[in-house]
Protein backbone atom coordinates (compact mmCIF):
# COMPACT_ATOMS: atom_id res chain seq x y z
CA UNK A 1 0.00 0.00 0.00
CA UNK A 2 1.15 3.39 -0.31
CA UNK A 3 0.42 7.31 0.69
CA UNK A 4 -1.08 9.28 -1.89
CA UNK A 5 -0.81 13.21 -2.51
CA UNK A 6 -3.56 14.91 -1.58
CA UNK A 7 -4.67 17.68 -4.04
CA UNK A 8 -5.35 21.22 -2.07
CA UNK A 9 -7.98 23.62 -3.49
CA UNK A 10 -6.79 25.60 -6.39
CA UNK A 11 -5.91 21.82 -8.18
CA UNK A 12 -8.67 21.32 -10.41
CA UNK A 13 -9.00 17.60 -9.27
CA UNK A 14 -10.71 18.92 -6.49
CA UNK A 15 -13.09 21.22 -9.04
CA UNK A 16 -13.88 18.30 -11.45
CA UNK A 17 -17.54 16.01 -11.30
CA UNK A 18 -16.31 12.41 -10.50
CA UNK A 19 -18.13 9.18 -12.43
CA UNK A 20 -19.32 6.34 -11.45
CA UNK A 21 -17.28 3.76 -10.72
CA UNK A 22 -18.23 1.16 -13.45
CA UNK A 23 -19.87 -1.99 -11.51
CA UNK A 24 -17.26 -4.72 -13.34
CA UNK A 25 -14.27 -2.28 -12.26
CA UNK A 26 -14.92 -2.62 -8.47
CA UNK A 27 -12.99 -5.89 -7.95
CA UNK A 28 -10.73 -5.33 -9.88
CA UNK A 29 -6.98 -4.97 -8.87
CA UNK A 30 -6.02 -1.06 -9.61
CA UNK A 31 -9.59 -0.28 -7.88
CA UNK A 32 -9.13 -2.51 -4.91
CA UNK A 33 -5.62 -0.77 -4.69
CA UNK A 34 -6.54 2.34 -5.08
CA UNK A 35 -9.34 1.94 -2.11
CA UNK A 36 -6.97 0.75 -0.04
CA UNK A 37 -3.99 3.15 -0.93
CA UNK A 38 -7.35 6.16 0.06
CA UNK A 39 -7.93 4.31 3.46
CA UNK A 40 -3.95 3.92 4.15
CA UNK A 41 -3.69 8.36 3.48
CA UNK A 42 -7.13 8.92 5.25
CA UNK A 43 -5.53 7.50 8.20
CA UNK A 44 -2.04 8.92 7.46
CA UNK A 45 -3.42 12.15 7.14
CA UNK A 46 -6.10 11.40 10.38
CA UNK A 47 -8.57 12.58 7.85
CA UNK A 48 -12.03 10.53 8.91
CA UNK A 49 -13.38 10.55 5.56
CA UNK A 50 -11.26 10.92 1.97
CA UNK A 51 -13.11 10.99 -1.32
CA UNK A 52 -11.02 9.82 -4.99
CA UNK A 53 -10.97 12.75 -6.44
CA UNK A 54 -8.92 14.25 -3.66
CA UNK A 55 -6.41 11.95 -4.96
CA UNK A 56 -6.57 13.16 -8.46
CA UNK A 57 -8.97 10.35 -9.26
CA UNK A 58 -11.75 11.44 -10.97
CA UNK A 59 -13.79 8.32 -9.30
CA UNK A 60 -17.05 8.13 -7.47
CA UNK A 61 -15.79 6.45 -4.38
CA UNK A 62 -15.10 7.22 -0.78
CA UNK A 63 -13.52 6.06 2.35
CA UNK A 64 -14.77 7.14 5.97
CA UNK A 65 -13.92 6.20 9.32
CA UNK A 66 -13.97 7.33 12.66
CA UNK A 67 -12.13 5.98 15.38
CA UNK A 68 -13.43 5.58 19.07
CA UNK A 69 -10.71 7.85 20.70
CA UNK A 70 -11.14 10.91 17.87
CA UNK A 71 -12.42 14.07 19.65
CA UNK A 72 -14.43 15.06 16.57
CA UNK A 73 -17.40 12.83 17.27
CA UNK A 74 -19.60 11.15 19.41
CA UNK A 75 -19.63 8.22 18.17
CA UNK A 76 -17.08 5.85 16.24
CA UNK A 77 -17.86 4.97 12.47
CA UNK A 78 -16.74 1.53 11.23
CA UNK A 79 -14.54 1.61 7.96
CA UNK A 80 -17.20 2.18 5.60
CA UNK A 81 -16.28 2.07 1.73
CA UNK A 82 -18.20 4.09 -0.53
CA UNK A 83 -19.05 3.19 -4.19
CA UNK A 84 -21.60 5.07 -6.58
CA UNK A 85 -22.98 6.69 -3.49
CA UNK A 86 -26.21 7.96 -3.61
CA UNK A 87 -28.00 10.16 -0.96
CA UNK A 88 -31.24 11.32 0.33
CA UNK A 89 -32.76 13.35 3.10
CA UNK A 90 -34.62 12.16 5.78
CA UNK A 91 -35.46 14.78 7.53
CA UNK A 92 -35.78 18.80 6.50
CA UNK A 93 -33.80 19.45 9.83
CA UNK A 94 -30.08 21.29 9.32
CA UNK A 95 -27.65 21.76 12.06
CA UNK A 96 -24.27 23.15 12.22
CA UNK A 97 -20.99 21.95 12.67
CA UNK A 98 -17.24 22.20 12.73
CA UNK A 99 -16.09 20.53 9.02
CA UNK A 100 -11.92 20.78 7.99
CA UNK A 101 -10.90 18.92 4.83
CA UNK A 102 -7.71 17.24 3.97
CA UNK A 103 -8.48 19.47 0.15
CA UNK A 104 -8.20 22.57 2.62
CA UNK A 105 -5.36 22.54 5.47
CA UNK A 106 -5.71 24.15 8.87
CA UNK A 107 -8.78 25.72 8.83
CA UNK A 108 -12.19 24.71 9.97
CA UNK A 109 -15.31 26.21 9.46
CA UNK A 110 -18.83 25.81 10.66
CA UNK A 111 -21.18 23.79 7.75
CA UNK A 112 -25.14 23.29 8.11
CA UNK A 113 -25.79 19.64 6.70
CA UNK A 114 -28.88 17.41 6.88
CA UNK A 115 -29.29 15.77 10.81
CA UNK A 116 -30.21 12.75 8.91
CA UNK A 117 -29.85 11.27 6.05
CA UNK A 118 -30.24 7.37 3.84
CA UNK A 119 -27.66 5.86 2.10
CA UNK A 120 -27.68 3.61 -0.71
CA UNK A 121 -24.03 2.80 -2.24
CA UNK A 122 -22.12 -0.07 -3.26
CA UNK A 123 -19.19 -1.78 -0.74
CA UNK A 124 -15.37 -2.69 -2.37
CA UNK A 125 -17.26 -5.94 -3.28
CA UNK A 126 -20.18 -4.41 -5.50
CA UNK A 127 -22.52 -5.70 -3.21
CA UNK A 128 -25.23 -2.47 -2.45
CA UNK A 129 -25.67 -1.27 0.65
CA UNK A 130 -28.21 0.69 2.15
CA UNK A 131 -28.00 2.66 6.00
CA UNK A 132 -29.27 5.43 8.11
CA UNK A 133 -27.26 8.33 9.03
CA UNK A 134 -27.02 10.87 11.48
CA UNK A 135 -25.22 13.60 13.24
CA UNK A 136 -21.30 13.47 13.21
CA UNK A 137 -21.38 10.18 10.33
CA UNK A 138 -24.18 11.92 8.07
CA UNK A 139 -22.30 15.31 8.08
CA UNK A 140 -18.90 12.81 6.94
CA UNK A 141 -21.06 11.48 4.40
CA UNK A 142 -22.16 14.60 3.27
CA UNK A 143 -18.94 16.19 2.87
CA UNK A 144 -17.59 13.14 0.86
CA UNK A 145 -20.12 12.99 -1.30
CA UNK A 146 -19.90 16.74 -2.10
CA UNK A 147 -16.28 16.20 -3.51
CA UNK A 148 -17.46 13.48 -5.96
CA UNK A 149 -19.33 16.90 -7.55
CA UNK A 150 -16.48 19.02 -7.23
CA UNK A 151 -17.54 21.05 -3.62
CA UNK A 152 -15.79 21.14 -0.75
CA UNK A 153 -17.36 21.96 2.64
CA UNK A 154 -16.22 26.01 1.91
CA UNK A 155 -19.41 26.32 -0.45
CA UNK A 156 -22.17 24.98 2.27
CA UNK A 157 -21.04 27.79 4.78
CA UNK A 158 -23.60 30.28 5.42
CA UNK A 159 -20.82 32.59 7.23
CA UNK A 160 -17.51 32.40 6.59
CA UNK A 161 -16.36 34.83 9.65
CA UNK A 162 -16.57 31.55 11.32
CA UNK A 163 -13.63 30.26 9.73
CA UNK A 164 -10.42 29.37 11.62
CA UNK A 165 -7.03 28.44 11.59
CA UNK A 166 -7.09 25.04 13.84
CA UNK A 167 -4.71 26.09 16.11
CA UNK A 168 -6.41 29.65 16.99
CA UNK A 169 -9.56 27.59 16.56
CA UNK A 170 -8.01 25.18 19.58
CA UNK A 171 -7.17 28.16 21.85
CA UNK A 172 -10.54 30.13 21.20
CA UNK A 173 -13.38 28.36 20.15
CA UNK A 174 -12.89 24.55 21.64
CA UNK A 175 -16.07 22.21 21.28
ZN1 LIG B 1 -12.84 17.03 2.42
Redesign the pocket.
Known sequence: MSILKVARIGHPAVRARAVDVAPDRITAADTQRLIDDMIETMREYDGV?L?AP?VHMGLRLAVIEVSEEDDRAEEAVPLTVLVNPVVRSLADETVDGWEG????PDLRGLVPRLRRLELRALDRAGKPFRLEASDFFARVIQ??CD?LDGS??LDRMKDARSLSFIDEWDRHVGK
Do not use: F, W
Open positions: GAQCLSVHEHVY
